[in-house]
């Protein structure tokens, strides 16, 4: 299949915009790619078996395939990696529009907080684009913002605290166990197996770590129970995927149960291979009624659109969102993908039905215009209203000779 291959068209409705043919799988990677370092090393030498691959796809391999699976499905898709160049983001936007931009640009010069303005960028120059918009994308890097957005929506979240400085209260105000964070990154950054808290004897210290290396902290009450990563997509209206339950038997017991950056993205670590997935995960009728319900409310408090994925805990059969995450991960197989997979989507059927809902936000074609004296079909049935145009009111002109005025206080005679 070649890149001039077109999607399949359905019949077009008037007025609403055409499917998309045309896709740009955008993204943003600078520097060398610790991944592509991977390809060279040998797991045998690794002191523990590894359980899964330690040769990760590199960013230009991954999203080179979300590529390849768009033109899989019928799309003329490419991948345009920014480099930090605004000028080859103009390029994509003015110069070689296509119909919808897979948005995958998660920071810009190294900064998270740019990702909503490079997609406020989409919306200036008026492309559809995947994912979701500036306010969700800068809302969901709060942590703390959140958190306050779902309680005001009444989304179940741990009890929490905000720091911008690490000095604390004498009361902290939270039940132990504790979980301590940075607010705004994501992905796991700043989680290490040091980050539960059993009572206040090393909270100072945590805390400073995680001010010193990210800035303003959160923390929360850590809730001890079973995480779900759950997955919704749609608009009109959203679906919630089949569930991901994490499965932490078989971390070493000076682990807690959760999910460190290490666990997520260090392959070359032993806890790596030592956190399993089950999807679906296994839960009653009830518990996963109410785990689907607040999902969807978390969704639509926080804006998010096209796909998302929701951070759940289990509190016996009450679930609480930790955190909301527009745009995420795709990796095939992996959390989101597998979840869809589970649903019935094909790792190519899903990234196409995020395109095509996406699609739905393309602007409109504008109407032909009328060619004068050319009749509009179903006039001649009558469909239309006969509009006359009133004459137009004639342009003043002098007045009559007879009824020039004359001068004031003169009378006729």
Same mark, same amino acid.
């Given at each position: 299949?070649?890149?001039?291959?077109?999607?399949?068209?359905?019949?077009?409705?008037?007025?609403?915009?055409?499917?998309?043919?045309?896709?740009?799988?955008?993204?943003?990677?600078?520097?060398?790619?610790?991944?592509?370092?991977?390809?060279?090393?040998?797991?045998?030498?690794?002191?523990?078996?590894?359980?899964?691959?330690?040769?990760?796809?590199?960013?230009?391999?991954?999203?080179?395939?979300?590529?390849?699976?768009?033109?899989?499905?019928?799309?003329?898709?490419?991948?345009?990696?920014?480099?930090?160049?605004?000028?080859?983001?103009?390029?994509?936007?003015?110069?070689?529009?296509?119909?919808?931009?897979?948005?995958?640009?998660?920071?810009?010069?190294?900064?998270?907080?740019?990702?909503?303005?490079?997609?406020?960028?989409?919306?200036?120059?008026?492309?559809?684009?995947?994912?979701?918009?500036?306010?969700?994308?800068?809302?969901?890097?709060?942590?703390?913002?959140?958190?306050?957005?779902?309680?005001?929506?009444?989304?179940?979240?741990?009890?929490?605290?905000?720091?911008?400085?690490?000095?604390?209260?004498?009361?902290?105000?939270?039940?132990?166990?504790?979980?301590?964070?940075?607010?705004?990154?994501?992905?796991?950054?700043?989680?290490?197996?040091?980050?539960?808290?059993?009572?206040?004897?090393?909270?100072?210290?945590?805390?400073?770590?995680?001010?010193?290396?990210?800035?303003?902290?959160?923390?929360?009450?850590?809730?001890?129970?079973?995480?779900?990563?759950?997955?919704?997509?749609?608009?009109?209206?959203?679906?919630?995927?089949?569930?991901?339950?994490?499965?932490?038997?078989?971390?070493?017991?000076?682990?807690?149960?959760?999910?460190?950056?290490?666990?997520?993205?260090?392959?070359?670590?032993?806890?790596?291979?030592?956190?399993?997935?089950?999807?679906?995960?296994?839960?009653?009728?009830?518990?996963?009624?109410?785990?689907?319900?607040?999902?969807?409310?978390?969704?639509?408090?926080?804006?998010?659109?096209?796909?998302?994925?929701?951070?759940?805990?289990?509190?016996?059969?009450?679930?609480?969102?930790?955190?909301?995450?527009?745009?995420?991960?795709?990796?095939?197989?992996?959390?989101?993908?597998?979840?869809?997979?589970?649903?019935?989507?094909?790792?190519?059927?899903?990234?196409?039905?995020?395109?095509?809902?996406?699609?739905?936000?393309?602007?409109?074609?504008?109407?032909?215009?009328?060619?004068?004296?050319?009749?509009?079909?179903?006039?001649?049935?009558?469909?239309?209203?006969?509009?006359?145009? @009133? %004459? *137009? #009111?004639? /342009? +003043? &002109? $002098? @007045? %009559? *000779? #007879?009824? /020039? +005025? &004359? $001068? @004031?206080? *003169?009378?006729?005679?």
């Amino acid at each position: 299949m070649t890149d001039e291959t077109a999607a399949p068209t359905a019949a077009q409705e008037p007025g609403q915009p055409e499917r998309p043919k045309s896709v740009v799988v955008l993204y943003n990677q600078v520097g060398e790619d610790w991944y592509e370092k991977l390809q060279q090393f040998d797991p045998s030498t690794l002191p523990f078996e590894p359980e899964y691959p330690v040769h990760v796809p590199t960013v230009k391999e991954e999203y080179g395939e979300v590529a390849r699976a768009l033109r899989r499905s019928g799309y003329r898709a490419r991948a345009v990696n920014l480099e930090n160049d605004l000028r080859r983001l103009e390029r994509v936007l003015k110069r070689n529009r296509p119909d919808v931009i897979f948005n995958l640009v998660e920071f810009f010069h190294d900064d998270a907080s740019l990702e909503a303005a490079i997609a406020g960028m989409y919306d200036v120059y008026r492309i559809a684009y995947t994912g979701a918009a500036p306010f969700a994308l800068s809302l969901c890097q709060d942590k703390g913002l959140t958190k306050r957005v779902l309680q005001d929506h009444s989304v179940p979240t741990p009890r929490f605290k905000v720091f911008y400085e690490p000095k604390l209260p004498k009361r902290l105000g939270l039940r132990y166990p504790i979980i301590v964070k940075p607010v705004w990154e994501d992905a796991s950054a700043g989680v290490s197996r040091d980050s539960v808290l059993y009572d206040p004897e090393r909270l100072e210290e945590r805390v400073h770590h995680i001010y010193e290396e990210y800035g303003a902290i959160i923390i929360e009450e850590f809730i001890d129970g079973r995480e779900l990563h759950v997955s919704v997509w749609g608009n009109d209206p959203p679906e919630v995927l089949p569930p991901v339950e994490f499965d932490f038997s078989e971390l070493p017991s000076e682990y807690p149960p959760i999910i460190t950056y290490s666990a997520k993205w260090n392959p070359l670590s032993e806890v790596y291979h030592k956190v399993h997935t089950v999807c679906p995960a296994s839960l009653p009728k009830r518990v996963l009624k109410k785990v689907e319900d607040v999902a969807i409310r978390a969704y639509h408090a926080t804006e998010c659109r096209d796909y998302a994925r929701l951070d759940i805990r289990l509190k016996g059969d009450k679930p609480y969102v930790l955190e909301v995450n527009p745009n995420p991960d795709l990796t095939e197989g992996v959390s989101f993908m597998d979840s869809a997979e589970q649903a019935g989507y094909s790792f190519d059927e899903a990234l196409a039905h995020i395109v095509e809902l996406a699609g739905e936000r393309r602007p409109a074609p504008e109407p032909p215009p009328e060619v004068p004296g050319e009749r509009r079909p179903g006039e001649d049935l009558g469909l239309f209203p006969t509009i006359q145009t @009133p %004459p *137009a #009111d004639p /342009e +003043p &002109g $002098p @007045p %009559p *000779a #007879d009824t /020039e +005025p &004359g $001068p @004031p206080g *003169a009378s006729d005679t």
